[in-house]
């Protein structure tokens, strides 16, 4: 049986169930905020080690160029001669070339032939010399080519493919194709045969053997022919643009250099060049991270994959296309591998002028590159060859032009550079004329005659040629021609004598350079300091020296810069160590400053972070003790204090980028360790005093800068990079040394902002807590489990890091600034994620001791308890319980990782990488022990002030959380000397920095991110708190209690914080944390959905560790890594549309139910475990104590808000234990708590889930048997509170579906009756048949309210019929008044809300009456409302007496609440009799202030009677008489209603309300009948509903209009109303005044207005009829009583020339004078009793002089604009005197009294 099986309920099953599916806390917080990191820098990027990265590669591959006039051989088309391509890459915006040319030769091989063996353009063979001299012959072993050794080029040739990279992709890049012929001719005459060529084989041919012939002569030497050109890309990301190559464009001779070739491409849209027939074919391949098979580099380095030569065939390999990088220093790199190349641009040569060689016309320009000036010297073999073998040749001719004596050229030579320069190493250039035509009788003929040499230096002043060059010629060369310089102003040349010069030495060629070295730099200043340092490595240079060389250095560009920054910060650093001059060791370090610099700046930050991380080596040898870190602490010292001779710039910069410096030191230190073997030395003997107080010192001159840079971006770097440094730090120093500067610094950390304090202070402590070991850290702790949650010194000297921590946290909740909470509610946050995702920590007894260490937080949440706003607790509409499923995707968030590694010191923060799943198998958490219960858990290992290890092997750290070692306190004792020397430093250094005083603003409120994470902590640290930590501080808050009476609990709690105040505030919290947490449901989540995957996102960010692989080989491919777009790359992720965000949004709903499941079951197990150990304390004066309240509402508060089906199991279980605890605070104490439960039960019988209403039915089930077993006769209590909790939850909006679900509800609680054998015998099951039948007919009333709840007037009194059948049940009845009074309200209906308050009062005060406790009853209020009286119809029960709590102080506030109503009502004069009864009240009770309060209201209320008296601007309600006509108004059918509606409403208004609301209703047309007469209902057309609408006045006797003086008086409590109808003894409604009969009708009705119903039943009519002569005195006197109306004390002149226009003017003064001629006159005067006769010229004679009156009073008060308008009135009245006069005789006018007198009749 159910109530058996709920009966054997136990505690602690109860809270083994809420354990079954405990997770980690945080991995279901899904309010975590985006792109938010945990344990990592947000301000440097991660260290990688440095590798080669390339940009956008390709692969191109031509496949065919062939032009119209083509040949056929071997059944394939080819040109008829052969041509050669030369491709290259430029970017258009930029307005460069961006790759190097690469040559193709897609020949056939029968065409190849036809050229000669040896080409001159590639001649690896020297030719006879003018000078006779032999070129011939290689030049063995002077080129370093190590690479040579593994790649044999004559074992390899090229295929026909290149790869090419772009770092910066774009649209503005394009392919430029150059195609040469052999030299033949001029351009045009070569191009002329091809564009007029058709398809006659024969013109081929004979093309053909033309060429042929010309090859064999002129083979050697080209000449430009064509080019064309495509895009390379579509956009910036790197796709490739499919196109095809643009025609072939004829090359224009004057137009060859690139800057022409640019400005054609960037107008291309707009410029037309002559064609050639024919196309270009290639193909475009984009490689992304693949690596072809056999590739080599630029510099023929071969690439991995490679495979060997096999001795047989030559093997194809692809060659790279050497890349020309921008000046953007995002596209540059430091220098990874070994290349040592220079390009050589041949420019213009300017032969035009010279006469030496007068027919040199064709010239070619030969390039070659000597080692000596010697006779004997041969050209190198150094310059890459372009052919298709990949070997090394010894010259390069450039392309020919014909018959041009100044030819420009477009084509580069590249020459790889010996390793070794010096100054004999130069560029040959030699130039010939070539004789294109032969001459037939000419025997001597040769091809190339030689006309002049010039030559150019490699190495000027020291480093290698760069930029342009302009020449001489000489005409020939003699030994030593290297010595040979010009004097300058024409004296000619020194050098040999036999020198001869062309044009007498004028420069006449131009040549550029650029170099492409890993070891030559075309820097100056760079060049110089390595020179000069090398040369230098035997015997140091002196001080200047070296200080001059690295001061030039501050010149060097970025260019320069970023590709030897390994190399220049090495030599650095160790310039620092050898010299051991202050002035040396300062400017060493500002070049590192400065470089520094720039690299930010540029935004190449990572490169300084991976040469500290992958490069730098702190060597100790060479004979240096110094170390790099004892060297830059001194010097850094030195920059911060700014000495003289120092740039004052330089200590910002060093503090903006001390962070480099920093790193430097902590692996210098940590190298420092592993070479001197002290590793595992004692912390304390590891580095020297002498660093430790240059320590202290650069401590105390850095936080100088920061104070006095405090709003410099600068000083926020620095705070952070002495945080990281610290932090490292504690791996390897003395830990206490370390400690106690941490708390000088955050101590004494001070700026003008007290807000920017405080952040810098937290992002300080943040890093510092992120330490991997940050947990051991803070150890030892306290053995038992603390009385106080207070940061006590004590604590602050056991842990110092949590403690300035907390202390710090305590400090920035009260700020004004809401920023700095969040930040540091956001560092503690994120710090307790770390502790709850740290795998280290899984085991329980480990969360708890890390709980207790912050259990301190408490305090802090309990001091700002008020500051936390309520936050809303309604659930979404027609939202109900559902139950989240735990998902494996929050089980695993957070991959695992490994620790850093020693050589790996950077900025990658705590490294301890988690899992968020939840430990298997965890032990019960047990809230359920005895009260002596002592604490049981272990200590942690100690850390000593002095902080020695805490353990030899870092590793275990973790594992020692388990182990039991003795804790070991900070004592002075165990101090060194080095501590106590720093100690007297430290309290010197204290007073070295003045502090300023702070004044804090204090916040209001949190708003809902501070207060969820104020929530999400406290309910982490309370989850893994040990019990007996809790048991102990809660039994020293109830010692506090327990002195005192329960009725002064509250009272303790005010004075001041104690224990006891703290553990209230404890309890406000839990609540706050049921309703922050609570489950909203889809709806809510899709607003924010998108935080959760950015939650994870940074999660996994967070802990994540990046490897990487690093190898020494010189094969490189494994290793690169694609730089896409290094301009534009930072590209959004969007969105995958609709189905991603239906997915965020599901997440957040599990997460949120999930994380609202969890927090409800802390907050049970804490509840249920105070209410075990504290239930004598709760039951103190029967509940009714501030505790007891507080548990309570906390209790039902989980029923209040939405929750899960699972967890509303756990709630229900927990409301079954305290039903069985605490029946005395349920059926004895205040009924409240009762009432409120009810309520919440019955909220639950109408769920949409079946196992929550049966859970439901069966607690309301067990309240009724627990209540009837208590008192033993009856469960009057539950009885009440279930009535009248179901009538009000019965009024929701959906109440088809929840009567339903009610009354199932409610037969589930009859079956459990019908089962309960143990109450069968008693008159239980009666009593609770009787409830059911009670709460069926609530609901069958409550469904009629649904129906009509369109119309107020219906559900009123539906309302007030169930109110008047409780009539002997007070509570009941006050709460259906109340709900009338919230209907009236809201549909504006003021008064009669007012007048249902008014009533609740008088049946307060009429029950208190009736039990001695108040001296007036009900009829007190007759006063306010004639209706009253009918409170006392209340009977009494006796057996509900002790569940009615009506008190005074209920009374009191019901009385004020009609002061409200009455107010807003405007029936200011009520207001004053309610305060007749309240004022005594408020005296005896000394209530000065709600006097004081009173006495104001009532001045207001009579201020505003006089206003409205004066004005007439209140209009109290306009009544109408309302008749209903048609079967649908059943009971209302034939009936006659007196309606009450707002002010005034018209008789359209009220007409047009009734006909929509029954026209909607019975879905029937509606007709309003107007008429007032009798309505015959068979002349009524059936089809329609019918109403008859009439206006109706209050109606009073002659004697009652007496004591009804004001207009309020004639407004108030009106039971009388009549209404006129016209009629003539025809049969017509209206006739001739003489015939005209009207008929008076007077409504009595039940009630008197105003009520607490708008509309009452007509149960009286009188009529009476008036005769024509009758009528004209009714109508007089109203002509009268308007008059009187406006000229009365005060007058009313807004109405008085409206009713005067009325009475006087000619228009309408027609009424009054055909009365007087119809009834007066002497011809029928006669005709009418004599008493009516002078009644009616009575009435004349005073509407006379009133009018007189108004004209008088009017004329006095109009303006001067006015005064014709009344003069004009009096000639009106002037002669309506003047017809009067003749119809009224010569009878002198009545006296004034008698006027007034009569016209009030």
């Not at 070991?968 to 430093?985: G, L, M």
């Amino acid at each position: 049986m159910i109530t058996i099986k709920y009966a054997k309920e136990i505690d602690w099953q109860n809270a083994l169930k809420r354990t079954e599916s405990n997770r980690k806390l945080f991995s279901i917080y899904p309010d975590l905020e985006s792109a938010e990191k945990f344990a990592q820098d947000e301000a440097l990027p991660e260290a990688t080690a440095f590798v080669e990265q390339l940009g956008t590669r390709f692969i191109m591959c031509p496949k065919e160029l062939l032009f119209r006039l083509n040949m056929t051989i071997d059944d394939a088309q080819t040109n008829v001669e052969p041509f050669f391509i030369t491709v290259a890459l430029y970017n258009v915006q930029d307005n460069l070339k961006i790759s190097e040319d690469v040559h193709f030769d897609l020949n056939h091989p029968s065409i190849r032939d036809n050229l000669p063996e040896g080409e001159a353009r590639f001649s690896n063979e020297g030719e006879e010399a003018t000078d006779g001299s032999s070129t011939g012959g290689n030049f063995p072993g002077v080129i370093n080519r190590n690479h040579m050794a593994i790649f044999d080029n004559r074992a390899y040739f090229y295929k026909q493919k290149a790869v090419f990279s772009v770092t910066c992709p774009s649209t503005h890049v394009y392919m430029v194709v150059r195609i040469q012929k052999v030299l033949q001719g001029s351009i045009s005459a070569c191009v002329e045969q091809y564009i007029k060529s058709s398809d006659n084989p024969k013109a081929a041919q004979r093309v053909h053997k033309q060429v042929a012939s010309i090859c064999g002569r002129l083979g050697n030497y080209r000449m430009p022919f064509a080019w064309t050109y495509k895009p390379v890309f579509k956009n910036t990301s790197g796709e490739l643009d499919t196109q095809e190559f643009s025609p072939i464009f004829k090359q224009d001779s004057s137009k060859l250099t690139d800057e022409d070739l640019l400005k054609f491409l960037a107008d291309s849209n707009k410029i037309k060049l002559p064609t050639i027939p024919g196309h270009f074919v290639a193909d475009l391949e984009s490689l992304g991270s693949d690596q072809p098979e056999n590739c080599v580099t630029p510099s023929i380095q071969p690439v991995r994959p490679f495979k060997g030569h096999d001795g047989s065939l030559p093997t194809p390999v692809v060659k790279e296309v050497d890349e020309f990088l921008t000046a953007n220093p995002k596209a540059l790199q430091p220098h990874l591998s070994y290349y040592n190349n220079i390009y050589v641009y041949p420019i213009i040569i300017k032969f035009d002028g010279q006469k030496t060689f007068a027919r040199a016309r064709n010239l070619a320009w030969t390039v070659l590159f000597y080692d000596s000036d010697d006779s004997q010297a041969t050209p190198l073999k150094c310059i890459y060859g372009e052919g298709i073998q990949a070997e090394f040749v010894s010259s390069v001719t450039c392309p020919v032009l014909y018959h041009n004596t100044s030819p420009s050229f477009n084509c580069s030579i590249k020459i790889a550079l010996p390793v070794q320069l010096h100054s004999r190493h130069h560029l040959m250039f030699k130039l010939s004329h070539i004789s294109v035509e032969q001459s037939k009788n000419n025997e001597k003929y040769k091809v190339a005659s030689n006309v002049g040499y010039a030559w150019l230096p490699i190495l000027q002043d020291g480093r290698i040629i760069g930029n342009e060059h302009s020449i001489p010629v000489a005409k020939k060369i003699s030994a030593g021609y290297l010595s040979s310089q010009s004097l300058g102003l024409k004296r000619g040349f020194s050098g040999p004598q036999e020198m001869e010069w062309v044009d007498n030495g004028r420069p006449l060629l131009k040549v550029s350079t650029y170099l492409k070295s890993t070891i030559y730099s075309q820097d100056s200043h760079f060049q110089k300091f390595f020179s000069n340092y090398q040369q230098s490595s035997a015997s140091m240079l002196s001080n200047v020296e070296i200080i001059q060389l690295m001061k030039a250095l501050h010149a060097v560009e970025l260019n320069t810069l970023i590709p030897f920054l390994p190399v220049l910060s090495n030599q650095l650093f160790r310039v620092l160590r050898r010299y051991q001059n202050a002035d040396v060791s300062v400017t060493a370090l500002s070049v590192l400053i400065y470089m520094a610099s720039k690299l930010h700046s540029a935004g190449r930050t990572e490169l300084l972070t991976s040469y500290v991380k992958y490069v730098f080596v702190a060597d100790l040898g060479h004979g240096i003790q110094n170390t790099v870190h004892e060297e830059l602490v001194r010097n850094m010292i030195v920059v911060f204090e700014g000495r003289p001779n120092i740039d004052p710039a330089l200590s910002g910069k060093l503090l903006n980028y001390s962070w480099f410096f920093f790193d430097i030191m902590v692996k210098s230190m940590a190298q420092y360790l592993v070479q001197t073997g002290k590793l595992k030395a004692n912390r304390i003997f590891r580095y020297t005093s002498h660093y430790l107080n240059d320590l202290e010192e650069l401590v105390i001159t850095m936080l100088k800068q920061i104070r006095h840079r405090a709003d410099d971006t600068a000083a926020t770097n620095a705070n952070q990079n002495l945080a990281y440094f610290f932090k490292n730090c504690l791996t390897y120093m003395n830990r206490g040394f370390l400690l106690k500067l941490i708390k000088f610094y955050t101590e004494n950390l001070k700026c003008g902002d007290h807000s920017k304090t405080i952040r810098m202070k937290f992002d300080f402590l943040q890093i510092i807590c992120n330490h991997e070991h940050y947990i051991p850290l803070n150890l030892p702790y306290e053995e038992k489990p603390p009385v106080t949650f207070d940061l006590t010194d004590d604590f602050h000297k056991k842990h110092t890091l949590i403690g300035l921590l907390l202390q710090e946290v305590s400090i920035a909740l009260e700020q004004h600034d809401a920023n700095v909470r969040k930040h540091a509610l956001k560092v503690l946050r994120n710090l307790l994620i770390k502790h709850d995702l740290d795998d280290r920590y899984n085991d329980k007894i480990c969360q708890a001791r890390i709980a207790m260490l912050y259990v301190r937080f408490f305090s802090i949440v309990f001091q700002n308890c008020h500051k936390i706003k309520a936050n809303k607790m309604s659930a979404p509409p027609d939202s109900a319980p559902v139950s989240p499923r735990p998902s494996d995707d929050f089980g695993g968030m957070v991959p695992s990782g490994s620790c850093q590694s020693l050589t790996s010191i950077g900025r990658s923060g705590n490294t301890t990488n988690t899992n968020g799943g939840h430990a298997n198998n965890a032990p019960v958490f047990d809230r359920y022990a005895t009260h002596n219960k002592s604490f049981s858990g272990t200590v942690l290992p100690a850390v000593q002030g002095q902080i020695e290890d805490i353990s030899k092997d870092l590793s275990s750290s973790s594992s020692s959380l388990n182990k039991s070692a003795p804790m070991r306190s900070v004592s002075s004792s165990e101090a060194t000397t080095q501590e106590k020397t720093f100690a007297k430093r430290y309290n010197s250094l204290r007073t070295s920095i003045p502090i300023t005083t702070d004044f804090k603003q204090l916040p209001n409120h949190f708003d809902e991110r501070e207060t969820k994470d104020i929530l999400i902590c406290f309910i982490y640290i309370l989850r893994n708190l040990d019990d007996g930590c809790l048991f102990t501080w809660w039994r020293s808050a109830m010692a506090i209690a327990s002195k005192h009476p329960a009725g002064q609990w509250e009272v303790i709690a005010e004075k001041g914080a104690n224990n006891f105040s703290q553990l209230l505030a404890f309890f406000d919290i839990l609540g706050a944390s049921v309703s922050y947490f609570r489950y909203v449901g889809r709806k809510s989540a899709s607003d924010t959905s998108l935080k959760v995957n950015q939650a994870k996102a940074a999660l996994e960010q967070a802990y994540a560790t990046i490897g990487i692989n690093r190898s020494t080989s010189h094969y490189r491919g494994e290793q690169r890594v694609q730089r896409q777009s290094l301009i534009s790359n930072q590209k959004e992720v969007k969105s995958s549309g609709a189905a991603k965000a239906e997915r965020a949004i599901l997440t957040r709903t599990v997460l949120e139910g999930n994380m609202a499941n969890d927090v409800g079951f802390v907050i049970l197990s804490v509840l249920e475990a105070f209410c075990i150990h504290f239930k004598t304390q709760l039951e103190q004066d029967n509940g009714d104590n501030i505790l007891m309240r507080k548990v309570s509402n906390l209790l039902v508060l989980f029923l209040q808000i939405s929750q899960s089906e699972f967890l509303l199991e756990h709630v229900f279980a927990a409301i079954r234990s305290f039903i069985n605890k605490f029946p005395v605070v349920l059926f004895r104490g205040t009924s409240s708590f009762c009432a409120t439960l009810c309520y919440e039960i019955l909220q639950c019988c109408k769920s949409k889930l079946s196992s929550v209403r049966r859970q439901a039915s069966v607690i309301l089930y067990l309240l009724m048997r627990s209540n009837f077993e208590y008192t033993g006769r009856d469960f009057v209590r539950v009885n009440l509170q279930a009535t009248l909790a179901i009538s009000s939850i019965i009024s929701g909006v959906s109440w088809n579906t929840d009567e339903v679900l009610i009354k199932s509800s409610l037969n589930q609680i009859s079956s459990l009756v019908s089962s309960d054998e143990g109450m069968k015998q008693t008159l239980f099951p009666s009593q609770v048949y009787n409830l059911l039948k009670r709460l069926r007919t609530v609901l069958v009333a409550m469904n009629k309210m649904q129906k009509f709840r369109d119309d107020p007037e219906l559900l009123i009194e539906l309302q007030c019929s169930l109110a008047q059948s409780y009539v002997n049940n007070p509570q009941l009845r006050q709460y259906w008044l109340e709900q009338m009074c919230l209907t009236h309200e809201s549909h504006g209906n003021i008064s009669e809300a007012a007048l249902c308050q008014v009533h609740i009062a008088a049946l307060v005060a009429e029950y208190m009456q009736r039990k001695k406790s108040y001296g007036h009853s009900c009829r007190v209020f007759t006063r306010v409302s004639s209706n009253i009286i009918e409170e006392q119809n209340l009977q009494e029960d006796k057996a509900a007496e002790d569940v009615i709590g009506y008190t005074e102080d209920l009374y009191v506030e019901m009385m004020e609440k009609c002061v409200k109503l009455l107010t807003i009502a405007e029936r200011y004069e009520l207001v004053a009799e309610i305060y007749r009864l309240l004022l005594p009240i408020y005296e005896r009770r000394r209530y000065f202030q709600q006097l004081a309060n009173a006495y104001g209201q009532l001045h207001d209320a009579y201020k505003k009677i006089v206003e409205v008296m004066s004005t007439g601007n209140r209009f109290l309600g306009t009544y109408y008489r309302i008749s209903f006509f048609g079967s649908e108004f059943e009971d209302d059918d034939g009936k006659e209603y007196i309606y009450k509606e707002p002010k005034v409403t018209g008789l359209s208004e009220i007409s047009q309300r009734l006909s929509a609301m029954y026209e909607k209703r019975f879905d029937k047309s509606v007709s309003i009948i107007q008429d007032s007469g009798q309505v015959d209902t068979k002349t009524l057309d059936s089809k329609k509903l019918h109403i008859q609408v009439t206006f109706v006045s209050p109606y009073f006797e002659e004697e009652e209009l007496e004591s009804r003086i004001t207009e309020f008086e004639r407004s108030t409590n009106l039971h009388r109303f009549m209404y006129e109808t016209p009629f003539t003894l025809s049969g017509k409604t209206h006739g001739a005044l003489s015939e005209q009969y009207k008929r008076k009708t007077v409504l009595t009705t039940s009630h008197f207005f105003p009520y607490i119903k708008k509309r009452l039943l007509v149960v009286q009519r009188e009529q009476f009829e008036l005769t024509p002569v009758e009528v004209a005195i009714d109508e007089m006197q109203n002509k009268i009583s308007q008059l009187y109306e406006v000229i009365r004390d005060p007058p009313d002149m807004k109405k008085l020339q409206l009713v005067l226009q009325g009475c006087v003017s000619v228009q309408v003064n027609a009424g009054p004078m055909a009365y007087a001629k119809t009834f007066l006159s002497p011809k029928t005067v006669h005709n009418y009793a004599r008493h009516h006769v002078e009644k009616l010229k009575s009435v004349y004679r005073s509407f006379m002089n009133l009018c007189g009156d108004a004209l008088e009073l009017n004329g006095k008060v109009i303006k001067e604009d006015q005064r014709k308008y009344q003069e004009q009135m009096v000639h009106n009245y002037d002669e309506m005197m003047k017809d009067l006069t003749v119809v009224l005789g010569a009878e002198k006018a009545v006296p004034e009294e008698d006027v007034v007198n009569e016209a009030t009749v």
